[in-house]
């Protein structure tokens, strides 16, 4: 079902997110922007209900793009926006965050003020991965460590937190550019592949950092992609693109045995 009325203010070529939880009971759905970027549009959906809301405009916020879009629980999403910023007194490229808390009987949205994370520029890759309550950003820059964030929403109240984390233990930064490969949580657990260097350089490596360690991941040096990577009954479980073989399926230990 669609709403005939076009809300003022909605720019041509304005981001489109949705996310959906798991258990298909709802979804929300963020339009970002006007061309000055400071606005975003929230509508969300009801299944049960078979119903379709608008919320309310977030007006005046600093310039931003979209970034991501997730769903943390039922009632929860995660909006993840990029601007520029200042920290410690220089330009820096920061991450925007900011729960959005639905009141069904209510009909309306709470949305939690933002926790900013700044960053080395605008990431060269990133991954993000959503389960109940977290959402997950895995991100590489040029010339820096990448970086691992975790937004913790609380289902109950939308309120927000963040922790973060460096990628790469002792990874020295002059043997060439990170990629994120994958990224995948599910409770409380994660794992992350990332590689250091040209595919097809003799010298790139492939790793998997977990909460508990990391650990070099021979078999998946030559791989071109990863097509998808998910946690399943206690083991790390993907498709992999080799570059002269059909894809094929893997599964992992998190300590990287096959």
């Known amino acids: 079902r669609s709403d005939p009325t076009v809300p003022p203010g909605r720019a041509e070529g304005a981001h489109i997110a949705i996310a959906a939880h798991r258990e298909m009971r709802s979804a929300v759905v963020a339009i970002d922007g006007t061309d000055a970027r400071d606005t975003v549009e929230l509508w969300w959906a009801d299944a049960e209900s078979d119903t379709i809301s608008h919320g309310t405009f977030l007006r005046g916020l600093e310039p931003a793009s979209l970034f991501a879009l997730e769903m943390t629980g039922p009632n929860t999403a995660l909006l993840l926006r990029s601007r520029p910023c200042e920290h410690d007194g220089h330009a820096r490229e920061c991450l925007d965050a900011r729960s959005i808390l639905v009141d069904r009987r209510e009909g309306g949205a709470t949305v939690s003020d933002p926790v900013t994370v700044p960053m080395d520029g605008p990431p060269t890759t990133m991954r993000v991965s959503a389960t109940d309550g977290r959402v ?7 010339a820096s460590t990448p970086q691992l964030d975790t937004f913790f929403v609380d289902d109950a109240t939308g309120a927000l937190r963040h922790a973060g984390r460096a990628l790469g233990e002792g990874i020295d930064l002059e043997r060439g550019p990170v990629e994120i490969l994958a990224l995948a949580t599910t409770g409380g657990s994660y794992a992350v592949l990332f590689r250091q260097g040209a595919q097809e350089a003799s010298d790139s490596s492939v790793t998997l950092s977990t909460g508990l360690d990391e650990h070099a991941v021979p078999e998946l040096r ?7 990577m998910a946690i399943f009954a206690g083991a790390i479980v993907m498709v992999a693109a080799f570059e002269f073989s059909e894809p094929s399926w893997l599964r992992m230990g998190f300590d990287g045995e096959m």
């Open 222 to 228: 030559e791989a071109l992609v990863i097509e998808s």
């Open 136 to 142: 997950l950003v895995a991100r590489s820059h040029h």
